[in-house]
């Protein structure tokens, strides 16, 4: 099962067509421009004008103390020390170039939600080598070709090192990054020829995710069915394509701001669902997040309420899954300013942490703030800060100076803390961007 936590110049035209519609027409050229400042369109958003918020510099802190702690924090995750401060890992050249995979030392796997987080964060910072060396690793070892296997299309969400694998079928959250880092990195790198023709392989993937047919069929844990990773009646995104549980979603899997780029520069057929799974996604965390806490639970149903899946009761809790729900609402406000419900939830999520004591909140709760432990932990405090994106409340800042004020996480559980506190440095440093084609900037 998934995780317990868990372009071109041709198309110019539609693209501010669709904007258009939808908002106001913005500067051409590339949307992400680095330098612009904090401020932020209120009307339309970041992915159009171009201007992100830079959560640090309104805290404070120097521009070029906060491209140094960027910095400082990729070189200790991705080149580190392999014993203790690294989650990167060479492995190797193939036919096509170098190899590289981002482990999960706790558990001492590799998942597609780390792969492809590796990569946006290597697009974002321009570090192509990077990408391209993980890209390539989860081609040769995760991705399934085989027409006749139930995740024909799809990643293998956990597999070991050497490329074994653990379980054969997806996480979709793996796939959404995936999509989206492949698109960004065709818009500021431009297309290569076959592995590395990205565009190209966003839109198979893309088009899979949404179209692909039911497939039944061996895996390394017996016979499985599996389908499509949107349901296309509730335009909404699965917890799994196995059909047993393929009625469920997960909050943290929803990624409204991600669709909005699909329905602008993905496989044009399909735009009209992106935007429609954008909006519904909108409507599912204001369902699904409680309405004292702003809490949501790691795994829930179509309609919102929480499930506790058989063999993971905890599921209808908030736990590691359920952190990441804020960032993503969060980034969905501060990118395309659609859904002012957004500001609300991250001010009642943050009031309820500040509640808590904001050196001494723990990591898992149920969904009406009865603590469950787990601690403090660098993951959470990166994601709340995050949710400043959103917030409009002066106490957001004080998230903010807890992000900056954490170092890069070392030691045994550097994983998942770490792509979350890297992820969110870029967000608060207002250099996480949506990459636009050249003279097709929405």
């Given at each position: ?129 990077e990408f ?49 880092a492949l ?52 335009k909404m ?206």
């Open positions: 099962m998934p995780h317990p936590r868990a372009f071109h110049a041709a198309f110019a035209a539609f693209l501010v067509a669709s904007i258009l519609g939808a908002c106001s027409a913005a500067p051409s050229g590339l949307v992400s421009r680095p330098g612009d400042g904090p401020a932020v369109d209120a009307a339309t958003g970041a992915a159009v004008t171009g201007r992100y918020a830079d959560l640090f510099a309104e805290a404070g802190y120097p521009r070029d103390g906060i491209d140094a702690k960027i910095e400082s924090a990729f070189a200790q995750l991705f080149h580190g020390d392999p014993e203790h401060e690294a989650v990167y890992y060479d492995a190797g050249r193939n036919a096509d170039g170098p190899l590289a995979y981002i482990l999960d030392v706790n558990n001492d796997d590799v998942r597609s939600e780390g792969m492809s987080y590796g990569m946006m964060i290597a697009v974002q910072l321009d570090r192509k080598r391209d060396a993980l890209w390539n690793w989860a081609m040769t070892h995760t991705y399934h070709a085989d027409p006749a296997h139930p995740a024909h299309g799809y990643f293998a969400w956990s597999v070991k090192a050497d490329g074994t694998a653990i379980d054969e079928m997806p996480a979709p959250d793996g796939e959404e990054y995936f999509i989206t698109y960004f990195a065709s818009a500021r790198w431009g297309d290569g020829e076959g592995l590395y023709d990205y565009r190209a392989h966003a839109d198979r993937i893309l088009h899979d995710v949404l179209h692909r047919e039911p497939v039944t069929g061996p895996t390394n844990r017996g016979e499985m069915t599996a389908t499509n990773l949107f349901d296309r009646d509730a995104v699965r917890f799994t394509p196995d059909v047993v549980n393929a009625a469920h979603t997960d909050a943290s899997y929803h990624l409204p701001a991600f669709y909005e780029v699909w329905a602008r520069v993905g496989p044009e057929a399909d735009r009209g669902f992106w935007r429609e799974a954008a909006r519904t996604s909108r409507d599912y965390f204001a369902r699904a997040a409680h309405p004292r806490t702003g809490l949501t639970s790691d795994y829930g149903n179509f309609d919102g309420t929480p499930w506790a899946a058989s063999w993971h009761p905890g599921s209808a809790d908030f736990r590691y899954d359920a952190w990441r729900s804020a960032m993503n609402w969060s980034v969905d406000w501060s990118w395309w300013r659609a859904d002012p419900r957004q500001v609300e939830l991250s001010n009642r999520l943050q009031a309820f942490f500040a509640a808590q004591g904001m050196d001494g909140y723990q990591s898992l709760y149920t969904l009406d703030g009865t603590p469950l432990g787990g601690g403090l932990t660098t993951g959470l405090v990166a994601m709340n800060a995050v949710a400043a994106l959103a917030a409009d409340h002066p106490r957001r800042l004080d998230f903010v100076r807890a992000l900056w004020e954490r170092p890069a996480p070392t030691g045994q559980h550097r994983y998942y803390d770490g792509m979350l506190y890297m992820m969110a440095l870029l967000h608060a440093g207002g250099r996480f961007r949506a990459w636009w084609p050249e003279g097709a900037a929405p």
